[in-house]
């Protein structure tokens, strides 16, 4: 999944700031009344890194190897840290530049079943390839992506069924307006060979002279793992899988959620600290005072059985909601605020805590159960 949530994680703090220990939505909140009512899992802290005690001074993503080794991304030189299960620094590769192996900029990770690392940089058109060793991340190609003209690339996966793809957004796009996102199979130049399958789109505001994806709007969000693809809406916690193999779908419903209030305590949070500087962000106090509900979600992750959501972080302290596909029950993590998950590996969870005012750390949670 690409990184549009870590663009709002940064408006968010740099617009709510100190607020967050001021204000909360309101009690009567109904989807907050909800959670508060859904059994909680019990975790420990197994790691938990500060940037002080890494290499690292801004990580923005991270993937999990079958061993259980996080690779985190740092944002501050576009380099990728190779960790110990505890956290520890084991190799670094990468950095930023124009050569092979170094970036303008990381969009989106994934492993493969066969133990690869594939990073994709937008910006220099192409996507890396390792093989990640005991102790070292092995560069083993560079692909070059292809002028997709009408599309641009958001993530890019292989499949031992369909090969390469890739999930593409239109390259033009008008504000206020939905558009279907499109994943292809790419032939192994990585031109477009085949339209698999469409999700739904998302919504569209002017934000300056850009139509971005509108903050508080209606937002498709997708994660991919073995040979099972999986996506929901941010409006609702209906969870889709496509099977990579034959393209079969299945849905996974939760009823009964109530709709997340955007209610005047959350909005007066907001705007306290986006009206000193109005130019920042033009057209989103707008879209804000339209809003009367906020999605649930900003990503999902999954390991095939569990499904993670990170919620929008509004709220006081931070949790993380948790579906099992199988009884398609809901239960409740709490973590810090600002903790975004990443990834699962057997009974732990991965993630980062995006804080601008405390700057980024590593969390590695294992759950009770």
């Given at each position: 999944?690409?990184?549009?949530?870590?663009?709002?994680?940064?408006?968010?703090?740099?617009?709510?700031?100190?607020?967050?220990?001021?204000?909360?939505?309101?009690?009567?909140?109904?989807?907050?009344?909800?959670?508060?009512?859904?059994?909680?899992?019990?975790?420990?802290f197994v790691v938990e890194k500060g940037f002080e005690e890494t290499p690292m001074h801004q990580m923005?993503?991270?993937?999990?190897?079958?061993?259980?080794?996080?690779?985190?991304?740092?944002?501050?030189?576009?380099?990728?840290?190779?960790?110990?299960?505890?956290?520890?620094?084991?190799?670094?590769?990468?950095?930023?530049?124009?050569?092979?192996?170094?970036?303008?900029?990381?969009?989106?990770?994934?492993?493969?079943?066969?133990?690869?690392?594939?990073?994709?940089?937008?910006?220099?058109?192409?996507?890396?390839?390792?093989?990640?060793?005991?102790?070292?991340?092995?560069?083993?190609?560079?692909?070059?992506?292809?002028?997709?003209?009408?599309?641009?690339?958001?993530?890019?996966?292989?499949?031992?069924?369909?090969?390469?793809?890739?999930?593409?957004?239109?390259?033009?796009?008008?504000?206020?307006?939905?558009?279907?996102?499109?994943?292809?199979?790419?032939?192994?130049?990585?031109?477009?060979?085949?339209?698999?399958?469409?999700?739904?789109?998302?919504?569209?505001?002017?934000?300056?002279?850009?139509?971005?994806?509108?903050?508080?709007?209606?937002?498709?969000?997708?994660?991919?793992?073995?040979?099972s693809f999986y996506y929901a809406t941010s409006d609702d916690f209906t969870v889709h899988r496509i099977?990579?193999?034959?393209?079969?779908?299945?849905?996974?419903?939760?009823?009964?959620?109530?709709?997340?209030?955007?209610?005047?305590?959350?909005?007066?949070?907001?705007?306290?600290?986006?009206?000193?500087?109005?130019?920042?962000?033009?057209?989103?106090?707008?879209?804000?005072?339209?809003?009367?509900?906020?999605?649930?979600?900003?990503?999902?992750?999954?390991?095939?059985?569990?499904?993670?959501?990170?919620?929008?972080?509004?709220?006081e302290t931070g949790f993380v909601l948790r579906l099992d596909l199988g009884n398609q029950k809901m239960?409740?993590?709490?973590?810090?605020?600002?903790?975004?998950?990443?990834?699962?590996?057997?009974?732990?969870?991965?993630?980062?805590?995006?804080?601008?005012?405390?700057?980024?750390?590593?969390?590695?949670?294992?759950?009770?159960?």
């Open positions: 999944m690409r990184h549009r949530i870590f663009v709002f994680i940064l408006i968010f703090v740099s617009v709510s700031g100190c607020m967050a220990d001021e204000q909360r939505p309101a009690p009567g909140n109904p989807f907050l009344a909800y959670v508060d009512q859904i059994e909680s899992i019990p975790v420990s923005l993503n991270l993937v999990v190897d079958k061993t259980g080794r996080p690779i985190v991304v740092d944002s501050s030189n576009w380099t990728l840290h190779l960790l110990s299960v505890e956290g520890e620094p084991i190799q670094s590769v990468g950095g930023r530049g124009q050569g092979p192996g170094e970036y303008g900029l990381i969009n989106d990770l994934y492993i493969d079943s066969q133990s690869r690392l594939y990073v994709l940089d937008k910006n220099q058109h192409r996507v890396t390839v390792y093989h990640i060793l005991e102790d070292d991340l092995e560069l083993e190609k560079t692909l070059s992506l292809q002028n997709y003209s009408d599309y641009r690339i958001e993530s890019f996966y292989y499949s031992e069924h369909q090969g390469y793809m890739g999930v593409f957004y239109p390259s033009h796009r008008n504000a206020g307006e939905i558009y279907p996102i499109y994943v292809y199979r790419l032939d192994e130049n990585l031109r477009l060979d085949e339209l698999l399958f469409e999700l739904p789109g998302n919504e569209t505001m002017l934000l300056g002279n850009y139509v971005e994806d509108s903050f508080l709007g209606l937002e498709t969000v997708w994660h991919a793992t073995g040979e099977d990579l193999r034959d393209l079969s779908k299945e849905s996974y419903p939760v009823p009964g959620v109530p709709e997340y209030k955007f209610d005047d305590q959350a909005q007066q949070a907001i705007f306290d600290r986006i009206r000193p500087d109005p130019q920042s962000y033009p057209g989103l106090e707008d879209e804000l005072l339209e809003s009367e509900t906020v999605p649930y979600f900003m990503e999902i992750r999954t390991d095939g059985n569990i499904v993670y959501f990170a919620p929008l972080p509004f709220q239960t409740r993590i709490e973590v810090p605020r600002w903790f975004v998950p990443y990834a699962q590996h057997e009974e732990k969870l991965y993630g980062i805590i995006h804080s601008e005012l405390e700057g980024s750390s590593l969390l590695i949670l294992e759950l009770a159960e």
